[in-house]
C-alpha cells in the first residue's frame, strides 16, 4: 500500500511538473511576443504626438534661457511654482516601482509579481524629469554646480541632491539586475529578432546562463538592495518635504509634511502603476499573467492609501485651526473659501471622494474603473502640491499685498512635455524589453503550484 501511494504522488509530481512546465513556455511567448511583432500604426503615432510635444517643451525651455524667468509667471514672491510642483509629482511617483519590486519583495507578496518589472521603469523614468525640475526653476542652469562646488551642509537642497542621485543611481541598479535573467531569455529566444536587439540583449545579459550560482548571487544581491531602497525612498521624499517644512513660511512649518509627502508619493504612485499595467495588459493581450485578482489586490492596497491620505489631510488642517495662527488661518481660509477653494475642493473630490465608493465596492473595482480612478487621482495629487506650494507663497509672514500667479505657456509646455517624455520612454521601453519580469511570474507559479489559488471571474 504504501509502494502504491509513493507511486501515485511520484505521479502527481511528475504531472504538476509537467503542467508548470507548459505554463512556463507559455509565459515565455507571450510575453516575448511584443518584443517581435511590428508596431501599429497607432504605436508609431503615439510615439511621433509624444516626441513633438517633447521637443516643443525644448523649444520652450530654449526660449527661457534666452529671455530669462521673465518668461514665465513667476513674480515676487512666488518664486516657486509649476516647477516645483512637478518636482515634487514626478520624485513622487517614482516611488511606486521601490515600494512594489522592493519592500513588498520583502514582504513576499505574491500579487505584485506582474506589475514589478513596469513599477521599476516607473521609478527610472520618472526620475529624471523630476531631477530637472529644480534646474528649470533656477534660470541659469550653470548654478547647479555651486550647490555641488560650494555645499553648504544644512541646506535641504544639497540634501536632495545627494538622495535623489543615490536614489537614481541605486534604482537604475536594481532595474538592471531585474532585467538580467530575461534579457539572457530574449537572447536565447528570440533568433528572429532585429540585428540590433539581438546585439543589445547578448550584451546586456553579460553571458547569464541560468547556474545556481548565479541565481544565488542575484538573490543575494536584491535581497540586500530592497532593504536598501526601503530606507532610501522614504529618505527622499522626507528631504523633499524638508525643502519646505524647515522655512517659515505659512502652511510649510509643520512636522506633519514629512510623512504627509512620502504617504501621497505612495499614493500617487502606485494610481500610476495601475494605469500603465492596464495599458500594458489590454495592448500587449496579457490579461493571462495579469490578471483580474492582481488588479483587485492592488486595487484593495491603493484604497488604504486613499483613507490613510484624508486621515493626514484632516489631521494637518484640524491642527491648523486649533493652533489659530493668523497667518496660517489665512492659507487654510485661501484654500478653503478663497482663491484656491476651486483647486482644494476639487482635489478633495478626485483624490478621496470619487474613489472611496468605488474602491471599497469590490464589483465597482473593474479595471477600466480602476484607470479612471487612478487617472484622476494623479490629476489631484498634481492639484494637492500646487494648493501646498502657491498660496504658501502668495500670503507671506509680513504683509505683501495682493498678488496673483499663473503658469504662462512656457511652464505649462515645459510640463506637457515632461509628461510626453515620460510616457514616450515608457512605450519605447515595452517595445525593446519585456514589460513583465518572467523570471518573478515562474518563481510565482512554483511557489503557490501546491496552494489553493484565489478564484476570480475575468472581466470580458
Given at each position: 500500500m504504501q509502494e502504491q501511494e509513493r507511486v501515485v504522488n511520484a505521479n502527481n509530481a511528475t504531472s504538476a511538473d509537467e503542467e508548470i512546465g507548459a505554463l512556463e513556455e507559455q509565459i515565455e511567448t507571450d510575453i516575448?511576443?511584443?518584443?517581435?511583432?511590428?508596431?501599429?500604426?497607432?504605436?508609431?503615432?503615439?510615439?511621433?504626438?509624444?516626441?513633438?510635444?517633447?521637443?516643443?517643451?525644448?523649444?520652450?525651455?530654449?526660449?527661457?534661457?534666452?529671455?530669462?524667468?521673465?518668461?514665465?509667471?513667476?513674480?515676487?514672491?512666488?518664486?516657486?511654482?509649476?516647477?516645483?510642483?512637478?518636482?515634487?509629482?514626478?520624485?513622487?511617483?517614482?516611488?511606486?516601482?521601490?515600494?512594489?519590486?522592493?519592500?513588498?519583495?520583502?514582504?513576499?507578496?505574491?500579487?505584485?509579481?506582474?506589475?514589478?518589472?513596469?513599477?521599476?521603469?516607473?521609478?527610472?523614468?520618472?526620475?529624471?524629469?523630476?531631477?530637472?525640475?529644480?534646474?528649470?526653476?533656477?534660470?541659469?542652469?550653470?548654478?547647479?554646480?555651486?550647490?555641488?562646488?560650494?555645499?553648504?551642509?544644512t541646506s535641504p537642497i544639497l540634501w536632495d541632491i545627494i538622495c535623489i542621485s543615490t536614489y537614481l543611481t541605486t534604482s537604475c541598479f536594481y532595474f538592471y539586475l531585474s532585467l538580467i535573467p530575461d534579457l539572457a531569455l530574449a537572447r536565447d529566444r528570440l533568433k528572429n529578432a532585429h540585428p540590433f536587439k539581438r546585439w543589445l540583449y547578448k550584451t546586456l545579459s553579460l553571458g547569464w546562463t541560468g547556474t545556481k550560482r548565479q541565481w544565488r548571487i542575484l538573490d543575494t544581491i536584491m535581497t540586500v538592495m530592497s532593504v536598501l531602497l526601503f530606507v532610501i525612498v522614504i529618505s527622499v521624499h522626507t528631504n523633499v518635504s524638508f525643502v519646505f517644512a524647515v522655512t517659515f513660511k505659512p502652511g510649510w512649518h509643520t512636522t506633519i509634511l514629512p510623512p504627509f509627502f512620502v504617504l501621497g508619493a505612495i499614493f500617487s504612485g502606485i494610481a500610476t502603476v495601475i494605469v500603465v499595467m492596464a495599458a500594458v495588459r489590454k495592448y500587449f493581450g496579457l490579461e493571462r499573467w495579469v490578471t483580474d485578482w492582481h488588479f483587485d489586490r492592488i486595487a484593495a492596497f491603493l484604497l488604504a492609501l486613499t483613507c490613510f491620505w484624508f486621515y493626514a489631510l484632516f489631521v494637518e488642517h484640524l491642527l491648523t485651526i486649533y493652533l489659530h495662527e493668523p497667518a496660517e488661518l489665512r492659507i487654510i481660509l485661501e484654500r478653503f473659501i478663497g482663491r484656491f477653494s476651486l483647486m482644494f475642493w476639487g482635489m478633495f473630490a478626485l483624490c478621496f471622494v470619487i474613489p472611496l465608493p468605488i474602491l471599497a465596492v469590490r464589483k465597482w473595482r473593474t479595471i477600466p474603473n480602476l484607470v479612471i480612478v487612478s487617472l484622476l487621482i494623479n490629476v489631484g495629487m498634481w492639484i494637492e502640491r500646487y494648493v501646498i506650494i502657491v498660496p504658501s507663497n502668495l500670503n507671506p509672514l509680513l504683509p505683501w499685498g495682493k498678488f496673483h500667479y499663473f503658469p504662462s505657456w512656457v511652464e505649462i509646455a515645459i510640463t506637457a512635455g515632461w509628461f510626453a517624455g515620460f510616457m514616450l520612454l515608457l512605450l519605447l521601453f515595452a517595445r525593446f524589453f519585456p514589460s513583465i519580469a518572467i523570471w518573478e511570474v515562474k518563481e510565482g507559479l512554483h511557489a503557490t503550484a501546491h496552494k489553493p489559488q484565489p478564484v476570480f471571474v475575468q472581466s470580458q
Open positions: 516575448l511576443r511584443p518584443l517581435v511583432t511590428k508596431p501599429s500604426r497607432e504605436y508609431y503615432l503615439l510615439c511621433g504626438f509624444l516626441a513633438a510635444v517633447f521637443l516643443f517643451a525644448l523649444f520652450a525651455w530654449s526660449t527661457q534661457l534666452w529671455h530669462g524667468l521673465i518668461v514665465t509667471g513667476l513674480n515676487a514672491p512666488v518664486f516657486w511654482g509649476v516647477y516645483i510642483v512637478n518636482f515634487v509629482f514626478f520624485i513622487g511617483i517614482s516611488h511606486a516601482g521601490t515600494l512594489i519590486s522592493s519592500i513588498l519583495r520583502i514582504a513576499n507578496v505574491e500579487w505584485r509579481r506582474p506589475f514589478t518589472r513596469m513599477a521599476e521603469a516607473v521609478t527610472v523614468f520618472s526620475l529624471p524629469f523630476g531631477a530637472l525640475c529644480p534646474i528649470l526653476d533656477m534660470g541659469r542652469p550653470d548654478r547647479v554646480f555651486m550647490i555641488i562646488k560650494h555645499p553648504h551642509i
